[in-house]
């Protein structure tokens, strides 16, 4: 068969050719490119490891900021409770002085008021006085015709208004 004879034929310079490719393939590729593309994935592996080490840090710096937070925020929510008692307690006696004073100022019109109702009072038993005076005075003269003194009429009314 002719193509057998061709290979013993061609047998070395198939080898030769195939030394060359993978002389070519090693030195350009094996020494030239693959050293590129190791320096490259361990700069990317490094770069990988140092984000994650700084995303670490950084959840780490986060975690402190976020607990820092919350003490600063219990403190202020205590400043502000404080704060609002307080201002409570003011409000409360604030509140407690107003109604004091209002009382006091209620009292002394009640009283101001009984004096004027104890006045007036007074002045319409004096004037009741007077009248049922006259009114005693003018019924004794009619009926027995005896002209009572106004000093009389007024001790029998006073009497009378005395016993009831």
């Known amino acids: 068969m002719p193509q057998i004879a061709q290979i013993a034929e061609t047998y070395s310079s198939q080898i030769f050719w195939l030394l060359v490719t993978f002389g070519f393939v090693f030195f350009v590729i094996g020494l030239g490119m693959v050293p590129k593309v190791q320096a490259t994935a361990d ?11 700084a995303a670490k840090a ?4 986060a975690d402190e900021a976020e607990a820092d937070y919350r003490v600063r925020d219990a ?3 205590a400043v502000a409770q404080a704060t609002l008692a307080k201002a ?8 407690e002085a107003k109604l004091a004073a209002a009382d006091a100022d209620i009292a002394s019109q009640i009283g101001a008021a009984e ?4 006045a007036a009072s007074n002045a319409a038993m004096a004037e009741i006085e007077t009248v049922a005076a006259d009114a005693a005075r003018d019924m004794v003269a009619r009926i027995s015709g005896v002209d009572a003194s106004d000093e009389a009429a007024r001790n029998a009314v006073k009497a009378a208004l005395a016993h009831g």
């Open 115 to 118: 004096a004027r109702i104890k």
């Open 58 to 61: 950084a959840f780490a710096r």
């Open 88 to 95: 409570k307690s003011e409000a409360a006696k604030a509140s």
């Open 75 to 77: 403190e202020s929510r």
């Open 43 to 53: 700069a990317r592996d490094a770069k990988i490891s140092g984000d994650l080490d």
